[in-house]
């Protein structure tokens, strides 16, 4: 089974296909234009037809086998009639519109299948510089002592993705403080940022377009505001217990993990890390939320899950020269 390596191999060299294409085109085109320039100044200028001799100039009637042989060519340097007739330009020097061959979007991609694989584990120093951004569901890192408590949190009650787009003021989950969450995130400028928020805009059905839509502009306008070199990591929705889904028919569990398939492939496409954090969370055969994790709503988890969660976080980030990791470095284990 393919991994997260094999599609960002795929998607690097996918890339360099598409620059290579470009640029041969650019040479072809170039190419044409130095031979048409070439063949217009090298054409030699029409001879203009002799007039007709008058009857007392015309020659002897040749016999036929006289007219049949071709006139040697005058030695006074004259430029013998061309007898091909010329190049209409406008027949070949166009351009036209070439159907792309060459995929440039992912749209079908498995979550499973792009999420970080498990690599090293890093301190919880590591954190210190990492800014949650999202719903409640990911407060509860931050308000126990078995998730990530040293982190920074922009994680609000109740809110959706086009909450932060809209920038609406709202009370984070973690610090208790109304705040707007753009101004808010900015003011941490972190080195990596963590997502997750969907649970809230998936409680609506039929919704998915729009969702990416606004995810895929949240993390543009959060380039926008912190530093080029921020890391953002996708973290999947996890699934809830299987009682939800009849109070919260958006919540349904299959259709959470088809939403995981669209945030993995809009990972693919804005540059971001996909963290599949599902595996620590939920049961694999159905993506229900694990029981020993529940809390009475059955969407938010317990201190055992955000423990579970935190650890998951830990052994499934990309390596970086900058993070301590607890033992061996992953990159001596990988020879790299």
Request: proline fraction near 7%; glycine fraction near 6%; charge should be negative.
């Amino acid at each position: 089974m393919s991994d997260f390596y094999t599609y960002r191999n795929e998607f690097s060299r996918k890339r360099r296909q598409r620059r290579i294409v470009g640029v041969l085109s650019v040479l072809f085109a170039l190419a044409c234009l130095g031979a048409a320039w070439y063949w217009y100044q090298s054409r030699e200028p029409e001879q203009t037809p002799a007039p007709t001799p008058t009857p007392a100039a015309a020659e002897p009637t040749q016999s036929p086998e006289t007219a049949a042989t071709p006139a040697p060519t005058p030695a006074t340097g004259e430029t013998p009639e061309r007898i091909v007739q010329a190049v209409d330009t406008a027949v070949w020097n166009t351009s036209t519109p070439v159907e792309q061959t060459i995929d440039t979007e992912y749209f079908n991609t498995d979550h499973r299948m792009v999420g970080v694989p498990m690599l090293g584990t890093v301190t919880d120093s590591y954190f210190n510089t990492v800014t949650f951004v999202g719903d409640s569901i990911a407060s509860g890192l931050g308000l126990y002592a078995t998730g990530l408590p040293n982190a920074k949190y922009a994680t609000y009650i109740s809110a959706g993705v086009n909450s932060f787009v809209n920038n609406a003021t709202m009370t984070n989950a973690v610090t208790h403080v109304e705040e707007t969450p753009m101004e808010a995130i900015a003011a941490t400028q972190p080195d990596y940022v963590y997502l997750l928020v969907g649970t809230n805009n998936l409680v609506t059905q039929g919704n998915e377009d729009s969702f990416i839509a606004y995810y895929e502009r949240l993390i543009d306008m959060l380039r926008e505001r912190l530093n080029p070199g921020v890391i953002f990591y996708i973290q999947a929705i996890p699934g809830v217990q299987e009682t939800v889904v009849e109070s919260k028919p958006g919540l349904d569990n299959a259709r959470i993990a088809t939403v995981n398939d669209l945030l993995a492939n809009l990972a693919l496409r804005k540059g971001c890390y996909f963290v599949n954090i599902r595996e620590a969370l939920t049961n694999p055969a159905d993506g229900s939320q694990i029981d020993d994790y529940q809390v009475t709503d059955g969407v938010h988890f317990n201190p055992a899950g955000y423990r579970a969660w935190a650890e998951y976080l830990a052994t499934h980030t990309v390596w970086n020269r900058r993070s301590i990791y607890s033992g061996q470095n992953p990159y001596y284990i990988y020879g790299a």
